[in-house]
């Protein structure tokens, strides 16, 4: 994106004021720019309340999202880097629910697409810990108090991206019971097939032996392995390595390698910033973060490794 040029607009009563164009007299050139540059600016596109910029991204209530309730000049950064993380908590469940419901079509080549963008976007969401990963106790501790009752754990969209993952609970839905908007979401969101388990249907449509009460089970409820579903994997790993059965295998890999890096991501810069304490919220904190470190995404591609 190229960057609008800092000097002012043309005075009134110069060709840009009046729609002509704008000459080199008008608007300062540098050195590097030439009279035939093809990306110059042009500085006669303009409003008195917006620009076509702020239109589409809708900068200006971006930026002014930002209410720091404490005094210590940190407490920016967490506050900034928790809303990014928002932001891509957001984009990857669009695309986690893009490749599901192409899944459900056996539209491999869609699927895939998404699964490939949201790998660049985990990883972009995994580098906001680097801001707050160094967080000292004290640092920590100097806004901590702001957070009051605020807890991640609170996050109705990264709960959507757990049960597209099929870590479902319907415990999970208690905290949003007074937002009636996202407890809708989330309570939809419960009841789907999530990611995973488009997978398996796509595999048993494609005359794989996924067992019927894999296929049926209520969706509601928390993925369990099944040791048909690893076979079935260690068969698909065992044939051509062309196969776009085994590319999808291997995209799921990445997208699950990439999610349990994230939760040690987080734990890490948990435990710098507070130990052992219990978290914001009442959470468990690092113990509750170390139990869902030890989980596996898609649990049955990694087992399946042992047995091809």
Request: glycine share 6%; proline share 7%; net charge negative.
């Amino acid at each position: 994106m190229s960057q609008l040029s800092p000097h002012s607009p043309a005075e009134s009563g110069s060709p840009a004021a009046s729609g002509g164009t704008v000459s080199r007299e008008t608007v300062p050139v540098s050195r590097e720019t030439t009279s035939d540059a093809p990306f110059a600016p042009d500085l006669s596109i303009g409003s008195t309340t917006t620009t076509p910029y702020e239109d589409y991204v809708k900068a200006s209530v971006l930026t002014h999202l930002q209410q720091p309730l404490s005094d210590d000049p940190g407490e920016m950064a967490f506050l900034v880097t928790t809303q990014v993380m928002e932001l891509w908590f957001t984009v990857i469940v669009h695309e986690w629910t893009t490749a599901a419901e192409a899944l459900r079509r056996d539209e491999l080549p869609v699927a895939m697409d998404a699964l490939r963008r949201s790998m660049y976007e985990l990883e972009a969401l995994n580098a906001s810990w680097k801001p707050l990963a160094r967080l000292t106790p004290e640092q920590f501790n100097a806004y901590r108090d702001a957070l009051g009752e605020g807890s991640g754990f609170q996050s109705a969209m990264y709960r959507r991206l757990e049960f597209l993952l099929g870590e479902k609970s319907a415990s999970m839905l208690v905290p949003h019971r007074g937002a009636p908007r996202e407890y809708a979401e989330l309570e939809k969101a419960l009841q789907e097939p999530s990611l995973w388990d488009e997978v398996l249907r796509l595999l048993a449509h494609r005359g794989y032996a996924i067992p019927e009460a894999v296929l049926q089970r209520d969706p509601a409820l928390r993925y369990e392995p099944d040791p048909a579903v690893e076979a079935v994997w260690a068969e698909i790993y065992a044939g051509p390595q062309e196969s776009e059965l085994v590319r999808l295998g291997e995209a799921l890999t990445d997208v699950g390698e990439l999610v349990w890096r994230w939760r040690n991501d987080h734990l890490v810069a948990t435990r710098r910033a507070m130990g052992s304490k219990m978290g914001t919220g009442g959470s468990a904190g690092v113990a509750w973060l170390e139990k869902r470190a030890r989980k596996n995404v898609f649990p049955e591609l990694w087992t399946a490794r042992s047995h091809v």
